[in-house]
């Protein structure tokens, strides 16, 4: 019974396991731009603002999110931060291989982030679904993975959806 739980069982896998499974690998701070396309037409831009200030290490701290062309009302930050943070760890729950057919032609959505550093990352949204589960692609990477629907669903939001509903503005210590 031991045998089977721990020691050495535990770590006899396939290669195909010990992959790595997060697929883009950032997080909110260092993202500085999303752009949503669906259809050959961009339907969400958002951009960082201009930093607020330095940290306390002296790193510039990530502006607000704004989205472009501007709507006329302010963008919901937590949500827009949840949406990058989520896709930052975002993980396959299946790796397939390069001839799986997920729908990419053309793909139903393209999902890019642009990092502070520079850097960007693509990532395509296959229009094949399955119950819970939907096909994406990196741009640069043969592989197709399945991951959870609702996690792309969410990162597909509109404009409208990102409007800031806040009705009051205070903190919780505010409240007698």
């Not at 679904?129 to 609702?150: H, M």
Request: no cysteine; hydrophobic share 40%; aromatic share 8%.
């Amino acid at each position: 019974y031991r045998a089977r739980l721990g020691g050495r069982g535990r770590y006899a896998r396939k290669a195909v396991e010990w992959r790595k499974r997060v697929l883009l690998d950032f997080t909110a701070e260092q993202v500085s731009g999303l752009r949503i396309d669906a259809g050959g037409a961009v339907v969400t831009e958002l951009v960082r603002g201009p930093s607020l200030g330095v940290d306390d290490n002296g790193l510039p701290l990530p502006g607000p999110w704004e989205l472009t062309p501007d709507p006329g009302y302010a963008t919901d930050q937590l949500l827009a931060d949840s949406i990058v943070t989520s896709m930052g760890a975002m993980r396959a729950g299946e790796i397939l291989g390069e001839d799986f057919d997920g729908g990419f032609s053309p793909p139903r959505a393209t999902l890019s982030f642009a990092l502070a550093t520079g850097d960007s990352r693509v990532l395509g949204v296959g229009s094949r679904a399955v119950e819970g589960g939907a096909f994406v692609r990196l741009q640069g990477e043969p592989d197709v993975y399945r991951v959870a629907a609702a996690t792309l669903a969410k990162a597909q939001a509109t404009p409208a959806d990102l409007r800031d509903k806040t009705l009051f503005r205070f903190a919780r210590q505010q409240v007698d």
